[in-house]
């Protein structure tokens, strides 16, 4: 990596200031920023350290019964936190990576990054959660903008992620064999307004809400509903690891799991 | 009752205790005060001319000390090539020169241009990041078909075309292959790849030189098998640096599978710079680097027939294989696909017509040599696929078209050049039946099927040929070296023991299981005994580890030695109990008259072997210390036979491995638990090739699996437990141990036993596949199976 300088911020009000220096980067857990230093594919003059910051830590139930998740939270304290809340979501971080990435990694550094294979954007789509930052609120349906990129401004911070608790849901990963990331993930929530389905891992632009599955489920929440669906191949990802037939197949086929999961 | 010491107990690893509690000493643990370290500029592309190298900017960033380029190295040799093949014509194969760093031409993705030695690693990198390159793109030689056809792009224009050698083995059997084809009442035919690999040791490669210009003294540290190979390959051939100027030391070394075997050109350059600089120059491998510049293993594309008469009985086997060599030979590579590979297409099988094709191509990649199994893998899974396919063909029971084509007679010579000493192939098959409980299959599967998924069963056969090699015979082959193997039994006055071993241990656990040998032998505790391995200033000359050889013959160098030893010592013992030493029995460290009570303790021997006060010095002179060098008489042949059982998801194509046995034929085994850790090893790395490791470029030359990312590694997860089993013992009959080797079986033995059973579960299931390339990820199995 290249030299740079690193600041440990205690708060957050700290930390957007430090975040308004020249080529300043916040700096998460550091499970993809770290990796991408070291391959010397970024060149921050400061990373701001968001782990010492106690406010933006932690699991707590909103006046609403929303699951709120500070930031900086690992995926670790997810899993064991949110387990008797949100056991999808729970479960979901019980398989992001490894017992050193969802120790170190975080929810905000995730969705910061919006890798097109994580896990996190598809539980935070599918449960239509808001992404709240330092200066904002942001729907998950504003929030993901395609791959790696988001609705941030610069120097913006997730302060905490929102889950509306649905009444039932399911996390469905199907993994790359290499990277173990999601080759396609699909995460299902019914809600009693309806079903959300969003999918991470498959598409060209990044997580997606499968609107089909969504119909079709909220009429009948059982894999048969969506029996009769095809998902297209266009704009799917193709690589080493599966054609984009092969991937918007899975799409069906984890979208139905989760589902029977779920129910 | 299992032995608690000595042959056949499992005595616990005892150099696992430094390795479990962080206490190894690996190459990149050496630091020498004012060392400086190097960093490779590498090649980002997989063809180009180049047209400068403009290190003049570099050159003046903090910290550089020099910048070396391949003009610096024009007048040094090359690095050699250990194996020169002979082709079908009778003329040598072509060996183009392999520069330590790219001159005139960049052949690879990953190559070194220039080396910048810094005060820091950082300081380095920074500095190869100004160097400037001039660079004509050339288009890249990938496919080894189009790299032979007439008019494609050359590797090497010095070279006649793209092609290493042309080789047909046996050449003389041709004609009656071919024959044997015509008459064939059934021909089965089957085309695959063998996926091309990264062997990924744990520890990646790091190289330390330094010199000593006091005494012209040059030391090589570096994670290497085999010492003494790198100290005469580079001493002799590169450097030109006499071998009492040139030491080299492979300490700890953290996994080989043959991609440390090799000499690199790391290893030159900072031997090298270590003397132009005057400074110790470190160079440690990233991952990255690992992927861009170890040797790969595998990659050959094959086609192999199979004929048989109307009674189902093998009568020719024919194959065409392509062999990648990548840019560049390495070290052994031409060896591979031949007299590692041609070598073992009879399998366990009497076929008495064989004949092999192989052209050995290059290409813009990254050389490709040996890898745990090393030519016998390639050999076993063509001949175990193509049985299968028969068998399928033929609508009979696949171990019992195997059964009926056995060898049963030993020693059996082969149509292709070896000769079996022994082995019991209806043995091993029948262990496998029962520790696989293929009686209990179709209950399995039938309960897959209850559960939406196919089951399938796979099994194959193999044998191997380890213990490489008698010398007369492999420098008839082309080898540039003897392949013997040498041991020093050092007796101390108080009666422990150093030996110095020619093999190299990188976790075959030789420092725990070499010891219990001669603890057999003499009845001293195992404790009693150490094992000095990795130093060419300590050990004697040996050609180090690989080929499943280490026990076979260093183990047999070091019983000859240890022989040797007690003799001697059996007539100091024979002068203190004033007896003739042919009555003298050595049992449990006691030195008795036969058929007496007189008797004296193996220290008390050994005390007058170094305080000879009282001794026969007129006779024999004082000490105890002994060398044997130990060539073989032949390759061993371990065998045996594998079973695999899958579920494959019919939604997703996703492959599990339910049960996976093996049934291997040793011949004597010295430490079991060591051996079924051996073989547990092998399977992974087997099961690894089979469905998840593949090393992949596109048409450019960029490898696309260059990290964790995108290769596949095997990890727990993806495995079963086994069931291993290595009862059925046919001791080799010409080494004094009896024993054949284990190194390589489970890698060897394995692949095809899992394709087979993915080929039975999807046909059991009514899909028309006889075929799926490895490695057979999710993917590729739906798209078979949608036809």
């Known amino acids: ?263 | 009752m299992p032995k608690d010491s000595g042959i056949g107990a499992s005595s616990k690893r005892r150099e696992d205790i430094r390795f479990l509690t962080g206490a190894g000493n690996y190459t990149d643990d050496i630091n020498i005060h004012g060392q400086a370290y190097v960093h490779f500029l590498r090649a980002d592309v997989a063809h180009a001319t180049i047209n400068s190298v403009d290190t003049s900017a570099a050159s003046q960033m903090p910290g550089v000390l020099h910048i070396f380029t391949g003009s610096d190295f024009e007048p040094i040799g090359g690095l050699p090539c250990g194996w020169q093949v002979t082709d079908k014509h009778g003329e040598p194969m072509q060996e183009p020169k392999h520069p330590v760093l790219a001159h005139g031409k960049i052949r690879h993705v990953g190559e070194p241009i220039a080396a910048v030695v810094a005060e820091t690693y950082a300081q380095a990198r920074d500095a190869a990041e100004e160097i400037e390159l001039s660079l004509t793109d050339l288009p890249a030689v990938m496919d080894m078909k189009k790299a032979v056809a007439e008019g494609a792009t050359k590797v090497h224009d010095d070279l006649t075309s793209n092609l290493c050698y042309d080789w047909g083995f046996v050449e003389e059997n041709k004609a009656a292959t071919d024959a044997a084809f015509e008459k064939a009442a059934h021909v089965t035919t089957l085309e695959l790849v063998n996926n091309r690999l990264v062997a990924n040791p744990m520890e990646p490669r790091v190289a330390v030189g330094d010199y000593s210009a006091a005494d012209d003294m040059h030391t090589l540290y570096t994670t290497s098998q085999n010492p003494h190979v790198i100290r005469l390959l580079m001493g002799a051939f590169v450097l030109g640096i006499p071998e009492h100027r040139l030491r080299v030391v492979a300490p700890d070394v953290g996994g080989g599978f043959g991609t440390k075997i090799f000499h690199y050109a790391e290893e030159a350059f900072c031997t090298f710079a270590a003397k132009q600089l005057r400074r110790p120059v470190k160079w440690t491998s990233s991952r990255s680097e690992a992927f861009l510049s170890d040797a790969h293993g595998r990659d050959h594309v094959t086609k192999i027939e199979l004929a048989l008469d109307a009674e189902n009985n093998f009568t020719a086997l024919r194959t065409e294989t392509f062999a990648n060599m990548g840019a560049y030979l390495s070290t052994f590579a031409p060896s591979v696909p031949t007299w590692l590979h041609g070598t073992l297409m009879a399998g366990n099988y009497k076929t008495p017509l064989i004949y092999v094709n192989v052209k050995a191509v290059f290409t813009n990649t990254i050389p490709v040599d040996a890898y745990r199994g090393a030519g016998r893998p390639e050999a076993t899974f063509q001949l175990e696929r193509v049985v299968d396919k028969a068998a399928r063909e033929l609508g009979v029971d696949p171990i019992a078209l195997r059964r009926q084509n056995f060898v049963t007679e030993f020693p059996y010579a082969t149509p292709v050049a070896v000769e079996y000493d022994t082995g019991d192939y209806e043995a091993t098959m029948a262990k496998l039946e029962e520790i696989a409980d293929i009686g209990g299959f179709a209950a399995r599967r039938a309960e897959s099927e209850k559960n939406g998924k196919m089951r399938g069963l796979g099994v194959n056969c193999y044998i191997e040929a380890c213990g490489i090699a008698p010398s007369n015979l492999v420098g008839q082959l082309g080898a540039r070296a003897g392949l013997y193997d040498a041991a020093t039994v050092r007796v101390n006055a108080t009666g422990s023991i150093s030996v110095m071993v020619g093999a190299h241990s990188h976790g075959q656990g030789h420092e725990t299981s070499f010891p219990q040998v001669i603890s057999e032998m003499i009845g001293i505790p195992e404790d009693q005994i150490d094992i000095v391995h990795g130093d060419t200033s300590k050990i004697p000359f040996g050609m180090g580890t690989y080929g499943s050889r280490s026990l076979a013959v260093c183990g047999s160098a070091m019983v000859r030695a240890a022989e040797k030893v007690i003799n001697k010592a059996k007539k100091i013992a024979a002068h203190l109990l004033e007896a003739s030493d042919a009555d003298i029995e050595l049992k449990d460290g006691q030195f008795t008259v036969a058929g007496t009570d007189k008797s004296v303790a193996w220290g008390d021997v050994t005390l007058a072997a170094y305080v000879p006060h009282n001794y026969p010095l007129e006779d024999i002179e004082p000490g105890l210390e002994e060398t044997a060098f130990y060539d073989p008489a032949n390759f061993t042949y371990p065998a045996g036979a594998y079973a695999c059982e899958v579920e494959v998801d019919p939604d997703t194509g996703k492959v599990t491995i339910e049960r996976f046995s093996a049934a291997d034929d040793f011949g004597n085994v010295i430490n079991p638990m060591i051996v079924s850790g051996q073989v547990h090893g092998g399977i992974a790395q087997g099961i690894g090739q089979a469905l998840l490791e593949n090393c992949a470029y596109d048409e450019n030359g960029q490898l696309i699996s260059a990290s964790y990312m995108d290769y596949a590694m095997p990890r727990a997860d993806d495995l079963p437990f086994y069931e291993v089993d290595h009862s059925c013992q046919t001791p080799c009959t010409h080494n004094p141990l009896g024993v054949k080797g284990c190194g390589e079986a489970g890698a060897i033995g394995s692949p095809p036993s899992v394709v087979n059973a993915v080929i039975d579960a999807l046909q059991s299931a009514g899909k028309d596949v006889t075929h799926i390339d490895m490695p057979l990820t999710p993917a590729r199995v739906w798209d078979a199976m949608q036809g």
């Not at chain 1, 230093?37 to 350290?49: D, E, G, Q």
């Not at chain 1, 609705?151 to 996390?171: Q, S």
């Not at chain 1, 498959?202 to 929440?221: I, K, M, P, T």
């Open chain 1, 1 to 263: 990596m290249y030299a740079f300088e690193i600041e440990r911020p205690g708060t957050l009000a700290d930390a957007v200031n430090a975040l308004k220096g020249e080529d300043a980067q916040a700096l998460g857990g550091g499970q993809t920023l770290i990796p991408t230093l070291k391959a010397r594919l970024a060149m921050p003059a400061t990373l701001v350290s968001l782990s010492g910051i106690g406010e933006m830590k932690g699991v707590c139930i909103g006046d609403d019964g929303a699951v709120c998740i500070g930031g900086a939270t690992t995926h670790a304290a997810v899993v064991r936190e949110a387990a008797a809340h949100y056991p999808a979501l729970a479960d979901l971080a019980s398989h992001i990576g490894d017992p050193a990435v969802r120790n170190r990694g975080t929810i905000g550094g995730s969705l910061a990054n919006n890798d097109p294979s994580a896990c996190y954007p598809s539980a935070v789509l599918g449960s239509g959660a808001t992404i709240i930052t330092n200066a904002r609120d942001i729907v998950a349906d504003e929030f993901f903008d395609g791959m790696f990129a988001t609705a941030l401004d610069e120097g913006e911070v997730i302060t905490e992620v929102r889950f509306p608790v649905p009444e039932k849901a399911n996390y469905q990963k199907f993994v790359q064999p290499a990277s173990r990331f999601a080759l396609v993930g699909v995460f299902v929530a019914k809600y009693s307004d309806g079903v959300r389905v969003a999918v991470t891992g498959a598409s060209e632009d990044g997580v997606f809400r499968w609107s089909e599955a969504e119909e079709a489920l909220s009429r009948d929440f059982s894999a048969d509903a969506i029996g009769g669906l095809e998902v297209s191949a266009d704009g799917m990802i193709a690589d080493l690891h599966g054609s984009s037939a092969y991937r918007a197949h899975l799409v069906k086929v984890m979208t139905g799991r989760a589902v029977v999961a779920a129910a």
